[in-house]
């Protein structure tokens, strides 16, 4: 059964940094895209970043373009969210998926979720 677990959340100033991590389990890690969304107060959940099994393809958003670094580490079975230049807007939980097949998907396509980490950005 797929596990993911998500870390490094939190409360930051605008123009501040952030690092996530979500820890995987369950299947071969570096077989299967790994991404990353997010869910506003009443907003619906977008996506931010994806990053292909052996990272050699990533896909962002354009709001977080120059900002957000996806990569991951096979050995550790984890993906990682650098984020930089935080804005308020960026407020949000981010959560960490992955699809059902292996392969290269952008940003659609994932089932497996993980519980989410919140992120809060202070002006």
Known sequence: ???????????VQAGGSLRLSCAASGRTFNRYTMGWFRQAPGKEREFVAAISGIATLTYYTDSVKGRFT???D????????????????DTAVYYC???RTPGWVRDVAYEYWGQGTQVTVSS
Not at 1 to 11: A, D, F, I, N
Not at 74 to 89: C, D, F, G, I, R
């Open 1 to 11: 059964q797929v596990q993911l677990v998500e870390s490094g959340g939190g409360l």
């Open 74 to 89: 096979n050995a550790k079975s984890t993906v990682y969210l650098q984020m930089n230049s935080l804005k308020p807007e």
């Open 97 to 99: 998926a992955t699809p």
């Open 70 to 72: 996806i990569s991951r």
